[in-house]
């Protein structure tokens, strides 16, 4: 069974640019939420997806950023405009039942902004 | 401190040593998770310990959990090189938008050979 996977791995961009990224979680998994990292800090959370509907977004730092996951499957993460600020590790992470169960991290996306 | 807080920040030792990382937190808990992030990649599940639990073990990992303190402990027995990582535990609240995890800091272990 494939684990969960992002795409890109790594993303560098200028400040005010645009980056998408994305997550695919585990096949069947319904919850799918969104982590990031800023340097130096603990890995904070950001969304949570119950299939294609936004559960929790209390996380999500600002307006900059928005989350979808059309067809309850994959889910991707835009930042626009980026700032520098953003820069970090971004995580996604699936669960299969209802929500008690592991989360299962991907290997997450490193975003530059310069 | 803040939730899901682990300590010590760094701890170093030798290969066959045991590892002992603590864990504490703040609010009542639904689950308490803890992870591994080797050096720039993702973070890999450890082990699961809910909160009707007290111990929980898996292969040379052990988990006890003490509700009463808000704590939790990760003990790695006999340590190796590949040990060496980031560790992390995380905690949520249980039902609907409590499942998401608040993380501490992680604790940084290097096992020496």
């Keep these: ?114 | 401190s803040q939730q899901g807080e682990e300590d010590p920040q760094a701890l170093s030792i030798q290969e066959g040593e045991n590892a002992t990382m603590n864990c504490s937190y703040k609010t009542s808990i639904n689950n308490l998770q803890w992870y591994r992030q080797n050096s720039g990649r993702g973070l890999v599940h450890l082990i699961l310990i809910r909160s009707n639990e007290r111990e929980k073990h898996s292969g040379r990992l052990r988990v006890t959990l003490d509700t009463s303190k808000k704590s939790s402990s990760l003990l790695i027995t006999a340590s190796r090189a590949a040990d060496t990582a980031s560790y992390f535990c995380a905690t949520d609240g249980g039902g609907g938008s409590n499942y998401k995890l608040t993380f501490g800091k992680g604790t940084l272990l290097t096992v020496n050979p």
């Design chain 1, 1 to 114: 069974e494939a684990g969960v996977t992002q795409f890109p791995s790594h993303s560098v961009i200028e400040k005010g640019q645009t980056v998408t990224l994305r997550c695919d979680p585990i096949s069947g998994h319904d919850n799918l939420y969104w982590y990031r990292r800023v340097m130096g800090k603990e890995i904070k959370f950001l969304l949570h997806f119950v299939k294609e509907s936004k559960q929790d977004e209390s996380g999500m730092p600002n307006n900059r950023f928005l989350a979808e996951r059309t067809g309850g499957t994959y889910s991707t993460l835009k930042v626009q405009p980026a700032e520098l600020e953003d820069s970090g590790v971004y995580f996604c992470a699936s669960t299969s039942l209802g929500g008690t169960d592991t989360q299962y991290f991907g290997p997450g996306t490193r975003l530059t902004v310069l």
